[in-house]
Nanobody
Framework: QVQLVQSGGGLVQAGGSLRLSCTAS????????MGWFRQAPGKEREFVAT????????YYKDSVKGRFTISRDNAKNTVYLQMNSLKPEDTAVYYC??????????????????WGQGTQVTVSS
């Protein structure tokens, strides 16, 4: 069993930055593909970014490319999402997720086995 505990998030003005963190329990975090998803009110949870177990491969939703950066520190069992140039449309609850099947990268929500508790990100205009 893996537990994912998120931190970060909050309220920021448009153009500002936030960093989300997600720390996993368990000794095999380094084997997991990790992802970030978000869910805005009245919308489905959508893919934002993913990173391979080694950190060597990443992939992003088109609308966040160049603004968001996913990274991981396997020694700390932690994955990060650095969010810059934030826009009001980035407002959502953000979730980290772990895929225990160790795909290179993964964008499909249904492939992820473990989820964090979610953290609110609000971007004011």
């Amino acid at each position: 069993q893996v537990q994912l505990v998120q931190s970060g998030g909050g309220l920021v003005q448009a153009g500002g930055s936030l960093r989300l963190s997600c720390t996993a329990s368990g000794r095999i975090f380094s084997r997991y593909t990790m992802g970030w998803f978000r869910q805005a009110p009245g919308k489905e949870r959508e893919f934002v970014a993913t990173i391979s177990w080694s950190g060597g491969s990443t992939y992003y939703k088109d609308s966040v490319k160049g603004r968001f950066t996913i990274s991981r520190d396997n020694a700390k069992n932690t994955v990060y999402l650095q969010m810059n140039s934030l826009k009001p449309e980035d407002t959502a609850v953000y979730y980290c997720a772990a895929d225990s099947e160790a795909h290179n990268i993964e964008v499909r929500r249904e492939e992820y086995d473990y989820w964090g508790q979610g953290t609110q990100v609000t971007v004011s205009s």
